[in-house]
Structure formats: structure tokens, C-alpha cells
């Protein structure tokens, strides 16, 4: 069994290695390490802590870690996505971490909660119609709004009501409503 000290050094021996360090908040760091050895218990790899793994090792190939995302989310914003791994300027405190967009695509997210995208837009368009809401956008500007009936005035164009068209689902794909 893997223990944390174990999973602390390999984790340094990589950050120095890549000319990185790995945070300096004994709190984080911990509840990092530690979710990495659960998931290495867990699924035989050390999946990102900060990410839903599916327990496939070629679905999650790309978080385990280092993640794939690693290095250009530490050369952009000078931390990995879930703060593990920080440039100079974190780990000495001249800058603070601040929060990454997630660059993992989002089919092999889906893949990790073990649904297919096809899945999630059948669900989604299953709860928007017991909703009695609808999309709508607005032709004139582009304004898109969620509700029961269009505005009487678009509150960015000012458009009238009659500017406003249905937004429906076709195939997996949003159009315009064909009457």
C-alpha cells in the first residue's frame, strides 16, 4: 500500500523536475495527497484529486497525475488546475492562485460520470419541457432568455415581442422552432 510520504515524493521529485513546486499550504497540500492515495487505492492510479475519475484507466488517462493539463495551466496561470503543482511566484507568495478553466474536454467528463453526451441532452430537454419554460432568442441582438413566454421588450435591443423566437432541440442540436 502506498503511503503518503510516498505519494509526497513522487509528487516533488515531478514538480522539481519540471521546475515547479507544490503548494505551500500544508492544509491543501495534505488534503491533495491524500485524495491522490485514495484514488490510487481506488482505481490503481493516482487520478486527480480534483476531478471525477471513472475508474477506466483509458478514460482517465489523461488525470492521472501529473495530469495532461498541467503544464499549460502552470505556464498560463502559474498553478495546476487543482493547485498542487505552482510556478515561483505562488509558492513564494508574490501571487496569489486563482481559479483555472477547466481545459479537460468535455466528452471525456461525461465519460467520467459514465454518460454519453447524447445521454445529458435527452435529460436536460426531458426537465426543460416538464419546466413549461422555454428558450428564446432574441433576432435582432442575440439575447437568449429562459422562460414560460418571451419578454414584451428585449432588455438589451429593446426589440419587441415579435423580434423573439423559440430555441428548440433537434437531434442533439439547438435551432430555431419550424412551425
Do not use: W
Not at 492521472?64 to 505552482?86: F, H, Q, T
Amino acid at each position: 500500500m502506498t503511503s503518503i510520504d510516498d505519494v509526497k515524493r513522487r509528487a516533488e521529485r515531478d514538480a522539481k523536475s519540471r521546475g515547479m513546486h507544490l503548494t505551500s499550504d500544508e492544509k491543501l497540500l495534505q488534503t491533495l495527497l491524500e485524495g491522490l492515495k485514495t484514488n490510487e487505492e481506488r482505481y490503481g492510479y493516482p487520478s486527480c484529486p480534483c476531478r471525477m475519475a471513472s475508474g477506466d484507466f483509458e478514460t482517465d488517462r489523461d488525470i492521472i497525475c501529473p495530469c495532461d493539463y498541467r503544464d499549460p495551466d502552470v505556464a498560463e496561470y502559474g498553478s495546476c488546475y487543482c493547485s498542487l503543482y505552482v510556478d515561483d511566484e505562488i509558492h513564494e507568495g508574490r501571487k496569489e492562485a486563482q481559479a483555472i478553466p477547466e481545459r479537460r474536454p468535455y466528452e471525456k467528463q461525461m465519460a467520467s460520470l459514465g454518460l454519453e453526451e447524447q445521454d445529458m441532452e435527452e435529460e436536460a430537454a426531458g426537465e426543460l419541457e416538464k419546466s413549461g419554460r422555454k428558450l428564446f432568442y432574441c433576432r435582432q441582438c442575440g439575447y437568449v432568455v429562459f422562460r414560460e413566454e418571451p419578454p414584451y421588450v428585449c432588455p438589451i435591443c429593446q426589440a419587441k415581442r415579435e423580434m423573439f423566437e423559440e430555441i428548440v432541440t433537434v437531434s442533439g442540436h439547438y435551432t430555431r422552432k419550424v412551425e
